[in-house]
């Protein structure tokens, strides 16, 4: 896999910063973006120093127009894409250990749609963008980073903004899977658990380098892997 190439949104810190790493030695030219222009070119050179094959491009899913720009360079530099890992996410009712604006009926709609904006709108935008990348060399790996809290089978009340986007993100998932039937393009939702990230706070029990490996495992799975799933560890998870 040495000549293909990863993009990782959000990938400037927590799991998108360990993803890269790990993407990058298993031997993928990695490509990370963040709207946070310094912290994506620190984070970049922070890896290029560890030997790895990684640079920075920006991307901001709340600015119009930004994905697209991003889909441009892409093809100018690397005129492929192989694997996208949509991380970048927002978690805006405090963290799972300490849950702020936690009910739906008291959620400022605000919340919502803010969330919204970078957790689903903003995967389907880059799915869109990206994807015609994917076809001209008839292969490619989408990982939807999600989360159980957005399992229908284990609902409950709490972080409805969270919740409602990883929800929407795996029918995404199932949706996008089924459209690429037979493309050699495998679509799956992972989920890495409660990870010890900015986000997750600090009682989380997973590093970000236990929580990167399932991502990796789907980023990297054989043309004969699944596609239209939801997983965590490797392990398929109910809906």
């Known amino acids: 896999m040495s000549e293909r190439i990863a993009l990782i949104s959000g990938g400037n810190r927590g799991l998108g910063l360990e993803t890269a790493r790990q993407l990058a030695r298993h031997g993928l030219r990695v490509v990370i973006t ?17 030997g790895l094959r990684v640079n920075y491009l920006p991307l901001d899913l709340n ?34 250990d300490k849950p702020q604006h936690s009910s739906l009926l008291e959620m400022e709609p605000g919340t919502l749609r803010e969330t919204l904006e970078v957790n689903l709108f903003g995967a389907i935008e880059l799915c869109q963008r990206l994807l015609p990348l994917m076809r001209r060399n008839g292969y490619g790996r989408i990982v939807n980073v999600s989360s159980q809290l957005g399992q229908l ?6 972080f409805p903004a969270y919740r409602i986007s990883k929800t929407g993100l795996n029918a995404v998932t199932r949706m996008l899977a089924a459209e690429l039937q037979g493309e050699n393009i495998l679509v799956n939702s992972v989920s890495p658990g409660w990870v010890r990230t900015r986000m997750g706070g600090p009682n989380a029990p997973r590093t970000p380098a236990e929580a990167a490996q399932g991502i990796v495992w789907a980023a990297t799975l054989a043309d004969d892997g699944p596609s239209g799933g939801f997983f965590e560890n490797g392990q398929r998870l109910e809906w």
Do not use: I, T, W, Y
């Not at 963040?34 to 560890?50: C, P, T």
């Not at 930004?66 to 192989?82: I, N, T």
């Not at 089978?153 to 709490?158: Q, T, W």
């Open 34 to 50: 963040s709207r946070e222009g310094l912290a994506g070119k620190a984070a970049a050179d922070k890896l290029q120093s560890e």
């Open 63 to 96: 600015r119009p127009g930004s994905a697209a720009k991003l889909a441009e360079e892409l093809a100018l530099q690397h005129r492929r894409l192989d694997v996208l890992v949509n991380n970048a996410g927002l978690f805006p009712e405090g963290s799972p």
């Open 153 to 158: 089978a284990h609902m409950r009340d709490g």
